[in-house]
């Protein structure tokens, strides 16, 4: 699939490195899902732009908790 990092979209990925590197190690890493819901968004991000993947990364995010799915789900 075609690349489509724009500004907007590299903008919203130092959100999630920054995220990663600043609150994932207080939060603990409980992830539901294999890659991580931060790891996914910037795959979404790198993948589909910052529209398409930063729905797939919101949708993701509210699918990640006690009711929602687990196991491996790749973007």
């Known amino acids: ?7 907007l979209a590299r903008l919203f990925m130092l959100f ?14 409980h992830c539901r899902f294999q890659p ?3 790891d996914y968004a910037l795959e ?3 993948t ?5 993947g ?3 990364a919101f949708y993701r995010i509210l699918r990640c908790n006690p ?3 687990c196991g491996y789900d790749p973007p």
């Open 48 to 52: 589909y732009g910052a529209f398409k």
């Open 16 to 29: 999630v490195k920054l995220y990663q590197i600043m609150l994932r190690p207080l939060m603990g890493g």
């Open 1 to 7: 699939m075609k690349q489509q990092c724009t500004l």
């Open 67 to 69: 009711w929602g799915g």
């Open 54 to 56: 930063g729905w797939k």
């Open 36 to 38: 991580t819901c931060s």
């Open 44 to 46: 979404a991000l790198r």
